[in-house]
């Protein structure tokens, strides 16, 4: 069934393990910044291929305490996937990493369902 609006919300939980096993070296500011770009160039993506139809959100559940008792933030709090996770429509879709063009595709199914 097609879908008028798709919420896409980028989960992560910092202080812990990324989708490598780098160290937490990664989770600095460095990190933090990264990840703020790569939601931003998601949502620059989404936004181009499907104009008004998506929210897009990155959410540090170490701040957003509702966040992180939904079951998607605790598949992150418990350790059974790598943040960040990326979430669309409450649904828990890509963990470890944010993965544009798999993201849009996905959305589009979707939309378009």
Do not use: W
């Not at 600095?28 to 993506?45: S, T």
């Not at 170490?62 to 996770?85: A, F, M, R």
């Amino acid at each position: 069934m097609a879908k008028d609006l798709v919420a896409v919300k980028i989960l992560d939980l910092p202080g812990t393990g990324g989708g490598c096993s780098c160290g937490s070296t990664l989770r600095g500011p460095e990190y933090m910044a990264m990840l703020a770009q790569k939601c931003d160039e998601l949502r620059e993506a989404l936004e181009s291929n499907f104009p008004g139809k998506t929210s897009t959100a990155l959410i540090d559940l170490t701040i957003s305490s509702e966040e992180k008792e939904t079951e998607p933030g605790q598949l992150l709090v418990n350790g059974k996937y790598p943040p960040p996770l990326v979430v669309i429509d409450s649904e828990p879709r890509f963990a470890g990493s944010i993965q544009v063009n798999r993201i849009v595709k996905e959305v589009g199914k979707i939309l378009n369902g």
